[in-house]
């Protein structure tokens, strides 16, 4: 080839080049920010519209239903999902990925305009939530606090939130857990009634007494004034001397009719650290910004912080991606650099010179800095894919350059000088090392168009490999030839050191490369035995898979060392029995699992209504939220996943416990988490739907393996409802509007003005006293003022009935569903799957009633479907390159069976590894596909050779044996070595690769071995056919002309 | 005068290049990449994927008792790299302008 003599006769550019291209290499590593997984969009939009005071039922019909009506229309839409419970709606849009989620969102906001009006007069606007791996709190900080507990709020918000919001690259800190000042107006309404004053009345006086007023400006003399009232409280025991009204010609003041303190709201959300009562400061990021470095500046921040905080409240990082990051990343590193070792090891092994050895490291940086260039120009980032890119790569990059430097040596070895060897060495072996790797681009390039989620995890990878076993090319074909021809001395002298350790080796060698050419020469001879052989062990590798030793998941759960649990208690039960018991089970945890817990936090109690975060999570007086980080992987010997079966089943034993969820890993990773299967029960009828997800249930705890089987719908809520008589209302000139706001006035409160205060503003809230609204009586008491100023009392106007209704309504495509779920631990997915399927269809179903499998096991599916699309094209495109380059459709076709032994031993190595199948081990599987061919490429490449040189068959198949054995062996245990690493680690995040590493590392020992024996044979017997072929031919025509 | 033709593996054209030096050669005709089989053995030089190696091709013209010393020195080139190959013949020449 033209560029590998110029590279040869320029050595000063040729150098020059790569080290420019380092050096930009370096440079782009530097500014690389580090990231768990890559950026990506989302597919999923929420619209979250909140409607106080309603229930369930109330938003579903007034809330959820016509904007689903509305949403539905929106184009692109995979999945329409609602969840309708108490104040709020949630309505999820699962779009198809790949769609342009701005162009989406907007769509979405057209839509909502059309449906704002039909909204009742109380819902807030429709919120539209974006949710993408940005929204994942990269720290959670606790706040403990005893004395200055009151005050948390403001003093975290001070001290603390304004400082981390300032920090670059931080998009959102919301403080949980904290109550907020309120300044509450406790009326007793005996004394309104007696007054004739109303909670609205009242609030009017206050808002009105609490103003600032701008009064214009006066000019005395030659100077001018501004004007101004200021009549705003400054201090809340203002509010006492507020006169509400008059009566007999004496003023009543607030103080004769309510209670004014100066107080908190009165629902919160408690949020306990390692028992200890406090907030919790969420931190999230903006998207695009370095977690890790934001992390590393948040915690270093907080010392200072905890300087200017009074001396009780103690700051707690109870939560922090960027360990795992870190860890996982550093895991990777030194995977990376086993990797390096190994193939540096084994290169010296074989070709016993450290200047060749040397030769062939150098490719290893310069093909890897390129996809750092690539990273870089695309505005990547360092993440577990990218990492695991260059791992895959570390083994497959040297293959070049080892072939190329193999018979360069060869060369030299025979007396050539090393300029000339150099170019012509390189030559001769550059169709078998272009083939090779074009097949190796064939696989990995196809990665880049997948769609979907692994999509996501896929793409980039595929650009990676491909760009660095492209550089990895360039390299072997001009940076390897031009320094051997500098460095490779023709005439070598060992010291005899070298003789007495290489000595031997040399020889082991040598035989070795005698013994394989005798056990060709036998395989040739014996092809039709070989051959028989062959396909026996393929059928024998298959039967671990056809007899069903082998689960399928979707894929492997990671232990990243958080387990998150949801508890609930009956409806009605109060918050301080919840906290209690939340309390004892903190302490259990942290006492059972002493070296392995590093902190319990647990939130308990309903968020007031202006916390996002808070909302997109389920919450009650009755519920409790678990979130247990244990200490890192390598420093624990239980596994995340037993620690939370474990809490799982000390849970179920609690009896006052009614449903408990326990996640190993949080429930907030991307991938990795542990498989999930949901049974989707259709039906509007509650009770129908109800009573067949509890069957479902109880049925599936028998399945082995499937564990914290939940049922989505929780009980039926008790509550009192107020049923107006409409006929009632209008004699009294009353609607029903104004009825119910007077009823939510007393009960919930009015907000009558704010109260100012260093810049923060507080509520003032006018409400019944806590000790009227305590009974139905209270309720029927309240008086209604109509506009004629008469008063009615509720019970004049209608009846309080108690009703039950479910909390949450859940529905998909548009239909009400329960959903029965669980998760796989310690039993693979498939098999679950048949088990479920076996009790489903045991069961019979009223015709009204739907049933739907989702979960991982749709996404299993959904992706299994896509591996198999992506397999027979990458099989397809594998086999032209191939075939083109031979210009033969026999040889292809001969390297095409190795992939048939690459197949046994994948299957063989998960079978005796006890991995599963799924998406990793499937990508394992297709990267096989171009990694195993190039053994038959480089051997049938120079058995052509050998025959174009003018041997026989047989001849030239013994000799091309010996001759590339050791290439061979050495790109397949390089490849092996570079993959091992991974396939053994320990680390955090090892699980996912492992599955892909162990398929690699299995399938490509057993069909290097199998090629050795049967391409000699297969194309003794191919070829052998093809020259009696031609032999005919040359007969019958010259025997026609005779 | 005399002409030499000289055909040799590419490796060895700085080789060459130095006895024309040493022998104070001015003048010559090259002919790049030609192929070429010895009749005594050796690898044949076709510049094909299974041979890839090619000859160059150098002729000059000298005085008769330059020949010999040129020759000499062809040989030690040879024997010092016997795998790469190189050949010279050698011609009267007749006339010249």
Redesign the interface.
């Known amino acids: 080839m033209k560029i590998t003599e110029t590279a040869v006769k320029n050595p000063v550019s040729t150098a020059l080049i790569f080290i420019a291209i380092v050096i930009m290499g370096i440079f782009s590593l530097t500014k690389l920010p580090i990231d768990l997984y890559p950026n990506f969009d989302t597919n999923t939009l929420m619209v979250i519209t909140t409607y106080p005071g309603a229930s369930a039922e109330d938003i579903e019909a007034n809330v959820t239903r016509p904007m689903e009506g509305v949403l539905n229309t929106v184009e692109n839409l995979k999945t329409l999902t609602s969840q309708s419970r108490e104040n709020t709606s949630v309505i999820t849009l699962e779009f198809n990925w790949g769609e342009n989620i701005d162009q989406v969102t907007n769509d979405v906001r057209d839509k909502l305009e059309l449906i704002k009006m039909q909204l009742p007069a109380g819902s807030s606007n429709p919120i539209i939530f974006k949710f993408s791996t940005d929204m994942i709190p990269i720290i959670m900080i606790s706040a403990q606090a005893k004395e200055s507990l009151p005050g948390l709020y403001k003093i975290l918000d001070n001290g603390i939130a304004n400082q981390l919001a300032r920090v670059g690259g931080v998009g959102a800190v919301s403080i949980m857990g904290a109550p907020e000042r309120e300044i509450l107006v406790y009326v007793d309404p005996n004394k309104m009634a007696a007054y004739n004053m109303t909670v609205e009345g009242i609030s009017q006086n206050i808002a009105a007494a609490n103003l600032n007023t701008p009064a214009g400006t006066i000019n005395v003399g030659n100077n001018s004034y501004s004007l101004r009232v200021k009549g705003e409280f400054t201090e809340p025991k203002q509010l006492d001397s507020v006169i509400v009204g008059t009566v007999g010609n004496k003023n009543v003041f607030l103080k004769d009719i309510a209670q004014i303190t100066d107080s908190l709201q009165e629902h919160i959300q408690k949020s306990f650290t390692n028992e200890v009562q406090g907030a919790t400061i969420v931190i999230q990021k903006q998207s695009g910004a370095n977690t890790v470095q934001i992390a590393s500046k948040i915690k270093s921040m907080l010392p200072e912080l905890q300087k200017g905080l009074p001396s009780d409240v103690k700051l707690n990082v109870i939560m922090d991606t960027s360990t795992n990051i870190n860890n996982t990343i550093r895991s990777l590193e030194e995977t990376v650099i086993l990797a390096f070792v190994f193939v540096m090891l084994v290169v010296m092994f074989f070709l016993g010179r450290w200047r060749a050895t040397v030769i062939i490291i150098v490719t290893i940086p310069v093909s890897l800095v390129s996809s750092f260039i690539f990273l870089f120009v695309t505005g990547g980032t360092l993440n577990i894919i990218t990492l695991s890119g260059l791992t895959i790569a570390i083994g497959l990059v040297v293959d070049d350059a080892i072939v190329v430097l193999e018979n360069i040596t060869k060369h030299i070895e025979r007396g050539s000088d090393p300029m000339s060897a150099s170019a012509q060495g390189a030559n001769e072996v550059s169709l078998a090392v272009v083939a090779s790797t074009l097949t190796l681009i064939a696989v990995f390039l196809p990665f880049t168009m997948m769609s979907g989620m692994a999509g996501i995890m896929f793409k980039v990878l595929g650009w990676l490999v491909t760009i660095m076993i492209t550089m990895s090319l360039v390299a072997a074909i001009t940076l390897t030839p031009m320094m051997t021809s500098k460095l490779m001395k023709k005439d070598l002298k060992h010291s005899k050191f070298f003789d007495t350790v290489y000595g031997p080796i040399e020889r082991g060698l040598n035989n070795l490369d005698k013994f394989y050419g005798r056990i060709v020469s036998w395989v040739t001879l014996h092809r039709g035995l070989t051959v028989v052989l062959g396909v026996l062990i393929f059928i024998l590798s298959l039967m671990p898979m056809v007899t069903g030793k082998i689960g399928a998941e979707f894929t492997p759960a990671s232990d990243n060392a958080t387990i998150a649990a949801t508890v609930e208690l009956p409806i009605g039960v109060g918050n301080d029995v919840t906290c209690n018991l939340a309390l004892k089970i903190s302490k259990y945890i942290r006492e059972k699992y002493k070296n392995e817990v590093q902190v319990v936090n647990f939130s308990t109690g309903l968020p007031s209504s202006d916390n996002t975060y808070a909302l997109l999570r389920n919450s009650g007086d009755n519920l409790i939220s678990f979130n247990v980080r244990l200490v890192s992987k390598s420093n624990r010997k239980i596994s995340m996943f037993e620690i939370a079966d474990n809490i799982r089943s000390y849970l179920n034993d609690i009896p006052d416990i009614k449903k408990v969820n326990v996640i190993a890993g949080g429930g907030m990773q991307a991938a990795g988490g542990q498989q999930t299967l949901n049974v989707e029960v259709y039906g509007y009828d509650f009770t129908e739907t109800d009573t067949i997800a509890a069957k479902f249930a109880k049925e599936f705890k028998t399945i082995k393996g499937f564990k914290n089987i939940t049922v989505s719908r929780s009980d039926y809520q008790p509550e009192y409802q107020v049923d107006f008589d409409r006929e009632k209302l209008a004699l009294n000139g009353l609607n029903l509007a104004t009825a119910s706001t007077f009823l939510r006035n007393r009960m919930s409160g009015s907000i009558a003005s704010l109260y100012r205060e260093d810049g923060d503003e507080y509520n003032i809230r006018v409400v019944n006293a806590p000790m009227y609204r305590t009974s139905i009586e209270d309720i029927e008491n309240i008086l209604i003022y109509n506009p004629m100023g008469q008063a009615v009392k509720i019970r004049d106007l209608g009846t309080v009935v108690q009703r039950f209704t479910p909390p949450t309504i859940e529905r998909k495509s548009r239909q009400r569903l329960i959903t029965v779920a669980g998760v796989a631990s310690g039993a693979p997915l498939s098999d679950i799957v048949a088990d479920a399927k076996k009790i489903v269809n045991a069961t019979e179903l009223p015709s009204d009633i739907s049933i739907a499998y989702s979960g991982s096991y749709q996404d299993m599916q959904d992706s299994n479907n896509d591996m198999l699309m992506l397999g027979a094209l990458i099989l397809l495109l594998v086999f032209v390159v191939m075939a083109s380059q031979f210009e033969s459709l026999t040889y292809p076709f001969i390297n095409m069976l190795t992939i048939l032994f690459a197949l046994s031993g994948a299957i063989i190595a998960l079978w005796l590894t006890g991995h599963t199948f799924n998406m990793m081990s499937a990508i394992g599987i297709i990267m096989l596909m171009g990694i195993v061919v190039k053994n038959g490429i480089v051997l049938i490449d120079y058995i052509n050779l050998n025959r174009e040189r003018g041997m026989g068959v047989r001849h030239a198949v013994i000799r091309g044996g010996e001759s590339r054995l050791r290439p061979v062996l050495m790109t397949s245990i390089t490849a092996i070595l570079g993959m091992l690493p991974l396939a053994i680690s320990n680390g955090e995040g090892a699980e996912m690769w492992q599955p892909m590493a162990v398929v690699v590392v299995g399938g490509l020992t057993f069909s290097t071995i199998l090629t050795l024996l049967f391409v000699p044979s297969l194309y003794t017997i191919f070829a052998g056919t093809g020259v009696k072929r031609n032999r005919r031919k040359l007969e019958k025509k010259y025997a026609k002309i005779n | 005068m005399k002409s030499i033709l000289i055909i040799y593996?590419?490796?060895?054209e700085p080789e060459v290049k130095e006895m024309m030096r040493l022998h104070n050669v001015r003048g010559f005709t090259q002919v790049q990449n030609v192929n070429g089989r010895g009749s005594r053995g050796g690898e044949p030089h076709l510049g094909?994927?299974?041979?890839?190696?090619l000859n160059d091709t150098m002729l000059i013209v000298v005085e008769d008792e330059k020949v010999q010393p040129i020759l000499d020195t062809l040989k030690q080139i040879d024997n010092d790299?016997?795998?790469?190959g190189i050949r010279a013949f050698v011609w009267n020449i007749e006339a010249m302008i």
């Open positions: 593996e590419q490796a060895l094909t994927h299974a041979w890839p190696a790299s016997e795998i790469l």
